[in-house]
């Protein structure tokens, strides 16, 4: 198991997948993960839908066109569902912060089983919401490939700390 620190800096955007099959008891862990994440108030308005990537290919073509997308064995929908959450009091829904930070417990847990994921934002979502028959009340909000990589890792860009931190007021 790795350090956090080590896990957070280990963790990358695959876009190249062996076809090994992900271990039934790895993807348990990763999704007890994201079942783990903190939501607003525990409510937990979030589900997962895994997509077997074997015979999917086409409906998967449809949500997200890149071919290394549908290459990797599994393919993991995060959704939100916003009847379900807690609203702040200016009624700011947290569905789609729920599921955000339950889908980035779900990829740094797949780095640290040695798998490999890549966030999807960029999908379309009404071919998304008619291939997984999502119901209208649930809103998919990304997507991740999972899988063992077979890339490496590109050098990280990332801004200095200290353009995107300020301390006391802006």
Same mark, same amino acid.
């Given at each position: 198991?790795? #350090?956090?620190?080590?896990?957070?800096?280990?963790?990358?955007?695959?876009?190249?997948?062996?076809?090994?099959?992900?271990?039934?008891?790895?993807?348990?862990?990763?999704?007890?993960?994201?079942?783990?994440?903190?939501?607003?108030?525990?409510?937990?308005? @979030?589900?997962?839908?895994?997509?077997? +990537?074997?015979?999917?290919?086409?409906?998967?073509?449809?949500?997200?066109? !890149?071919?290394?997308?549908?290459?990797?064995?599994?393919?993991?929908?995060?959704?939100?569902?916003?009847?379900? !959450?807690?609203?702040?009091? #200016?009624?700011?829904?947290?569905?789609?912060?729920?599921?955000? @930070?339950?889908?980035?417990?779900?990829?740094?847990? !797949?780095?640290?089983?040695?798998?490999?994921?890549?966030?999807?934002?960029?999908?379309?979502?009404?071919?998304?919401?008619?291939?997984?028959?999502?119901?209208?009340?649930?809103?998919?909000? !990304?997507? +991740?490939?999972?899988?063992?990589?077979?890339?490496?890792?590109?050098?990280?860009?990332?801004?200095?700390?200290?353009?995107?931190?300020?301390?006391?007021?802006?």
């Amino acid at each position: 198991m790795m #350090d956090f620190f080590d896990l957070i800096h280990e963790r990358y955007s695959v876009r190249a997948y062996q076809s090994d099959p992900v271990e039934d008891e790895k993807l348990q862990q990763v999704l007890d993960a994201a079942r783990l994440a903190p939501t607003a108030a525990n409510r937990q308005p @979030i589900q997962f839908i895994v997509i077997h +990537t074997a015979g999917r290919e086409s409906d998967l073509k449809r949500i997200y066109s !890149a071919d290394w997308f549908r290459k990797a064995p599994l393919v993991i929908c995060a959704c939100a569902i916003p009847s379900q !959450a807690w609203s702040r009091m #200016d009624r700011k829904n947290y569905s789609e912060v729920d599921a955000t @930070i339950a889908m980035d417990h779900l990829i740094l847990a !797949a780095t640290n089983l040695g798998l490999g994921t890549c966030w999807i934002a960029a999908f379309d979502p009404e071919a998304a919401r008619e291939v997984l028959k999502l119901p209208e009340e649930v809103e998919p909000i !990304a997507f +991740t490939p999972m899988g063992y990589p077979s890339d490496r890792p590109r050098p990280k860009k990332r801004k200095p700390l200290s353009d995107l931190v300020r301390y006391e007021r802006w």
